[in-house]
């Protein structure tokens, strides 16, 4: 709740409710490491910081110290990020310190403001406009050359002409350069690639318009073609800080040089070992190389980790220390700070489906011992993965959300749910009734409920939109009592400029990359078996390095609790192929009964510290395997005919119904059409064989025994 109270007062124009601290306050409040780099003001400076470490803070008080002992003028920092929520939070930061005027942006924010400044004055006329999304015009291209491109291999395209334009490599040179690079785009040649980069270019010239790529480009142009605007930059902005410097393409560092020009003043801050962005045109190598062309650079290692307790950094050094490639060179070793917490878990399971159901249970046991839903991720691959988990634990009626690609702020139904705030401000729909139900009014209109949809997709990803911008409002009530709409428009307008995403009260599930910058109470790493991690198409060392690091990036979010698992077959019933992730063979406990029993039965390394396995479930009609959760809770094929009285299972449905509505919640939370189905087909006449069915756990059976068993018996429910 701290981010709300430092956006309210820095909305207020006050740095926060107590005085702003001083420059001694502000070294005071730093561990010796993170002293050492503010103090270093002087020259370029490398911060090379661990995941954990307090870099953001490092960098702050850094700044913070030399504006407050007079060493700095605010307006002469330029603090650059790759996200617009770390820019958000960098600021926010410096405010508590009592702090502003100090630009910290994105690189394309920063070079789209210089851009649409100077290029009038150069080349007279505004800047164009930029394009907002590719797929058209690389649809238009990849026509143009007589190429076949639906919507995945659009996207393909796209991704592949922004690499080579943050590459700086022009169409002609693309096959050459992409060979080297070991480049491919599935079911295109790199000749074909050309052919549709150069139509894309021509496309985009001929409607006027700029992408993104260019806005960097333009900038770099204008700094390096007219030295009155390079004077007008450097004259400006004397003090330069780049966070995440691992991630750096080759334009953006062309464009971080031609800002510096001859001088000295940098700092970079980064980690080799998170570089998981190279397929997007990230290099490690200009932070790996900071000291060759930086001669005299000051090097700082921040490897003291707040977040993580001792037995999560154990496993996240244990990952890196078979590393191998340039980035190996400046490893970190985290030094846990945090108390002991649970041992690590490391998990076999003979399918995705009992894997799935195994993690949402024991989901639902973090919870009911305290931890907060929205302290818990499920993190995968690839979004393919997500499928089972949201199943799973949409069966068990646990909350989740999908974080996807999409910027929260950007989604349809926030924005208009942003308008109808807006009109509720400015006409003073106040209900008296307090904020929360202010914006439940306001949120209603748009078709939200409290309760979630008994469905999935895009049905579920609106309402989950939705109720983080209700779960906001409850912050900020708690927070403020007297807070009203035109206070919680406030914030929300602060949120959307920094694009700082409010946090749903659910189960995050989110690929490794989405990750990035998050962190949790409890990460379950699912998924983690060889052809998946690595993946399939890492096939050159430096590519299979990378998936090490983006596993590391996976563990390194987990604060205290951290489960790590994978399945042997991909559905039920088949052949059991898979085994764990190469790189865990380094950080799983050795010597386990679970691990020597599968060793013995695979004749190498196979499972961790417990082993589960389950026999093959079987259609009770056909006898053929069971391949989902929904089949095996009934026990038999989808398109095997029923078994059950289909008037007991209404009975059960219209039962469900009023107990759903008796206590306020979703059908499906009482019981799923699937275990009403179970229930119908096996017609238990006791607890022991209402337990024995899939979904009905002990609290279920506590509350609704007495019912079900009724119903079943012929009685009223």
């Keep these: 709740m701290g981010e709300v109270t430092d956006l309210l007062a820095g909305l207020a124009g006050t740095p926060g409710t107590r005085p702003a601290p001083t420059a001694d306050e502000v070294l005071a409040a730093l561990d010796p490491e993170q002293r050492e780099a503010a103090r270093s003001l002087d020259g370029p400076l490398c911060i090379l910081a661990g995941a954990g470490t307090g870099k953001t803070r490092a960098i702050t008080h850094r700044i913070a110290y030399a504006v407050l002992s007079g060493r700095w003028q605010p307006q002469t920092v330029l603090a650059v990020t790759f996200t617009t929520r770390a820019a958000g939070e960098m600021r926010g930061r410096l405010r508590e310190l009592g702090v502003t005027g100090v630009q910290a942006r994105t690189f394309h924010s920063a070079a789209l403001r210089q851009a649409r400044y100077f290029w009038p004055q150069v080349y007279g006329g505004e800047l164009p406009p930029i394009v907002d999304s590719k797929l058209r015009f690389v ?35 693309y096959p050459r350069v992409a060979a080297k690079a070991g480049r491919q785009v599935a079911g295109y040649d790199a000749a074909t690639v050309s052919h549709v980069f150069a139509a894309y270019e021509e496309v985009r010239r001929d409607r006027g318009h700029l992408d993104l790529e260019d806005v960097l480009l333009c900038t770099a142009a204008l700094l390096a073609d007219s030295p009155k605007v390079a004077a007008a930059v450097r004259s400006q902005y004397r003090h330069f800080v780049v966070d995440e410097y691992q991630d750096v393409s080759p334009v953006q560092q062309t464009l971080l040089d031609l800002w510096v020009g001859d001088r000295s ?13 190279s397929f997007a045109g990230a290099s490690p190598a200009y932070l790996l190389d900071f000291t060759k062309r930086h001669r005299g650079a000051t090097v700082v290692r921040l490897e003291r980790d707040y977040r993580s307790t001792p037995q999560v950094v154990r496993v996240a050094n244990g990952l890196l220390a078979g590393a191998r490639g340039p980035a190996s060179r400046h490893r970190l070793t985290l030094r846990a700070q945090r108390p002991d917490g649970p041992e690590p878990t490391f998990t076999e399971y003979a399918d995705e489906v009992e894997e799935a159901e195994d993690v949402a249970r024991s989901i ?6 305290g931890t907060p839903l929205r302290e818990i991720a499920v993190l995968f691959r690839v979004n393919a993965q997500s499928e089972a988990f949201e199943q799973a634990l949409a069966e068990r009626g646990v909350r989740y959300l999908v974080r996807g690609g999409e910027r929260f702020f950007d989604r349809p139904e926030v924005r208009e749910a942003i308008v109808l705030l807006r009109g509720a401000v400015r006409a003073a729909e106040m209900s008296g009734a307090g904020l929360v139900a202010d914006v439940h009014a306001v949120l209603a209109a748009t078709g939200w409920t409290q309760e979630p949809p008994a469905g999935s997709g895009a049905v579920r990803e609106r309402w989950e939109s939705l109720t983080a911008l209700a779960s906001l409002a409850g912050d900020l009530a708690e927070e403020h009592p007297d807070a009203d709409l035109a206070a919680f428009l406030a914030v929300v307008d602060e949120r959307v400029a920094a694009q700082h995403a409010p946090a749903a009260d659910g189960v995050t599930l989110a690929t490794l990359h989405a990750a990035k910058g998050l962190e949790w109470d409890a990460v379950f790493l699912a998924g983690v078996h060889e052809g998946t991690v690595p993946i399939t198409y890492a096939e050159t060392e430096e590519q299979v390095e990378e998936e090490r690091r983006l596993l590391y990036v996976g563990v390194t979010r987990a604060r205290e609790h951290l489960a790590v698992s994978w399945s042997r077959s991909r559905t039920p019933g088949g052949r059991g192929r898979r085994g764990p992730s190469r790189f865990l063979a380094a950080v799983r406990p050795k010597g386990s009964a679970a691990a020597d029993a599968v060793e013995g039965r695979s004749g190498g390394e196979r499972s961790g510290r417990r082993t589960t396995t389950r026999s093959v479930a079987r259609c009770r009609t056909c006898g053929q395997p069971l391949h989902d959760a929904a089949e095996r809770k009934v026990g038999r094929c989808a398109d095997c005919p029923a078994t059950y009285d289909e008037a007991m299972f209404e009975r059960l449905r219209t039962w469900r119904t009023e107990q759903a509505q008796e206590q306020r919640v979703p059908a499906y939370c009482v019981f799923t059409d699937a275990t009403l189905i179970a229930i119908a087909e096996a017609c ?33 429910g």
């Design 139 to 173: 649809a238009e291209a990849a026509s143009r050359c007589r190429v076949h491109a639906d919507l995945a291999g659009r996207r393909d395209l796209a991704g592949e002409i922004e690499w080579a334009k943050v590459s700086n490599v022009r169409p002609d040179d």
């Design 265 to 277: 003043d940098v700092c970079v801050v980064g980690d080799a070992s998170q570089t998981i962005y």
């Design 364 to 369: 639902q046991r973090l919870a009911r011992q």
């Design 684 to 716: 238990p006449s006791g607890e022991s064989e209402l337990a024995g069915i899939p979904g009905v756990g002990a609290t279920k059976l506590k509350r609704y025994a007495d019912d079900v068993l009724a119903i079943c018996a012929g009685e009223a």
